[in-house]
C-alpha cells in the first residue's frame, strides 16, 4: 500500500524544497507523511468546501498549491473557519500537503504550465532565484573502456549543457603507476612500473548529482584505484526562478491577444493597462501575484507582462512608462491541478486513483 511520502517524493523531485522562498511554508500542512493513501485530490486551495468535498468522495490526500497556513498558528478555534478546516481534516484522517513557491520556479512547474497554455516559445526564466553550481570530472581510463565510462558517466547525469547531454571531451596519453604489495591490478603486476595507453575524459555535473555520478563512474571503471579529478566551476548551470518571457509564434495584436487569453486561461475577464492596438512578440508572465516584477519584463523587453493582481500604482507606473500589463487574476494558476494530475498519474499508473477538485475557489465574481 502506498503512504504519503511516496506522493510526496514524487511531488518534490519536481518541485523541489529549496526552490521556495523561505518565507514560504510549503510541505506537509496537516497530518501524516506516513498514513496510507488511496485517493488524491488536488486543489489550487484548501477552502472548507474543498475539503467538504474530499470528504464526500472519500479522499485521503489533498495536494493544494496555496498552503493551507502563511502564518503559524497562535490558536486553533473551531468556531472559525481555519478551525472547522483543521477539525474535518483530522476527524476524517485527510492530510494536506502544499507545493507553492517550489511549484512557480520548477520546470515544467505553473510559470511554464501557463507558458504551454498561451503557446510561448524560446522562454527563459524571467526572475532568477536560483542556479546550479557545477563541477568538471574528469577520468583517467584505458583505451579499452573509453565508450563504457563515457555511457555511465553521461547516463549518471552528467555532461548536460542545455538540451544536449553527455557533453564529453578526449584527450589521449600515457598512464603510469607501480602497483604495491597487497594490489590486485587490472593491468599489470606489483612491484612493476606500468605505461598503459590511456584516455582522460572531461566532463561537467550538477554539484547535487555530483556524488551519485562518482559512485557510478566508479563502478564502471576497470581499475582497482581509479584516477579522477573534481574541480568547481564558476560557469553557472541551470537557472531556475519566478517567471518566464518567451515568444508567440506569430505576432498578434493585442485585442486579439486579449481574446486566446480568456479562452486558453479560461477567464471571464482581465484588466489591461496598455494599448490594444499594440503589437504582441514577446511575452513575459508569473502567475501569482507578481506586480513588483513588471521593470524586470520591460528591461527584457517584453511587449506585455501578465500577472495577477496588479495594484492601480503600479500598473499606473507601467501605464506611464508604455508598458503593457495584463491583470489575469491569481485564479490562473488553477492550470496546476490537471498538470498535476497527470504528473502523478504517470508516476503511479493505476496504483492511485487522483481527482481534480470541482470547487470554483475564486474569491471573485463579475457584477
Given at each position: ?304 507582462y501578465i500577472t ?15 508598458m503593457n500589463v495584463i ?41
Amino acid at each position: 500500500m502506498l503512504k504519503n511520502k511516496d506522493v510526496f517524493q514524487v511531488m518534490e523531485k519536481w518541485a523541489r524544497l529549496d526552490f521556495a522562498y523561505d518565507w514560504d511554508p510549503i510541505g506537509l500542512q496537516v497530518g501524516s507523511k506516513q498514513n496510507e493513501v488511496r485517493k488524491v485530490m488536488i486543489t489550487l486551495d484548501v477552502l472548507e468546501d474543498v475539503v467538504d468535498e474530499a470528504i464526500e468522495k472519500d479522499v485521503d490526500l489533498i495536494i493544494a498549491h496555496h498552503p493551507l497556513f502563511f502564518s503559524p498558528l497562535q490558536s486553533i478555534d473551531l468556531e472559525s473557519t481555519k478551525g472547522r478546516i483543521v477539525k474535518k481534516l483530522i476527524q476524517h484522517e485527510i492530510t494536506v500537503y502544499a507545493a507553492h513557491t517550489n511549484l512557480d520556479i520548477a520546470v515544467g512547474g505553473v510559470n511554464d504550465m501557463l507558458c504551454d497554455e498561451l503557446g510561448l516559445q524560446q522562454r527563459n526564466v524571467l526572475v532568477e532565484t536560483k542556479s546550479e553550481e557545477l563541477v568538471k570530472i574528469c577520468v583517467y581510463v584505458p583505451e579499452t573502456h573509453v565508450n563504457q565510462l563515457k555511457e555511465a558517466l553521461g547516463d549518471a547525469g552528467a555532461g548536460f549543457i542545455g538540451h544536449y547531454s553527455h557533453c564529453q571531451f578526449q584527450t589521449k596519453g600515457t598512464g603510469s603507476f607501480k602497483p604495491l604489495e597487497g594490489t590486485n591490478p587490472f593491468i599489470g603486476k606489483q612491484h612493476q612500473m606500468e605505461y598503459v595507453d590511456e584516455v582522460k575524459i572531461e566532463t561537467i555535473v550538477e554539484q547535487r548529482h555530483m556524488n551519485d555520478v562518482v559512485q557510478k563512474m566508479l563502478r564502471a571503471h576497470p581499475y582497482e584505484e581509479p584516477a579522477y579529478d573534481l574541480y568547481p566551476l564558476k560557469n553557472k548551470g541551470t537557472q531556475y526562478g519566478l517567471g518566464r518571457i518567451g515568444e508567440l509564434s506569430e505576432p498578434m495584436e493585442m485585442r486579439d491577444f486579449v481574446a486566446m487569453i480568456k479562452q486558453t486561461l479560461d477567464v471571464s475577464h482581465i484588466r489591461l493597462s496598455g494599448q490594444m492596438d499594440s503589437t504582441v512578440k514577446k511575452v513575459a508572465i508569473l502567475g501569482g501575484s507578481g506586480e513588483k516584477y513588471w521593470q524586470v519584463a520591460e528591461k527584457k523587453g517584453a511587449d506585455v507582462y501578465i500577472t495577477g493582481d496588479m495594484t492601480f500604482h503600479p500598473a499606473q507606473d507601467a501605464w506611464q512608462m508604455n508598458m503593457n500589463v495584463i491583470d489575469a487574476g491569481h485564479y490562473i494558476e488553477k492550470v496546476m491541478k490537471k498538470v498535476t494530475k497527470k504528473r502523478l498519474d504517470e508516476a503511479f499508473e493505476s496504483s492511485l486513483e487522483v481527482m481534480i477538485s470541482n470547487v470554483n475557489t475564486d474569491p471573485f465574481q463579475i457584477i
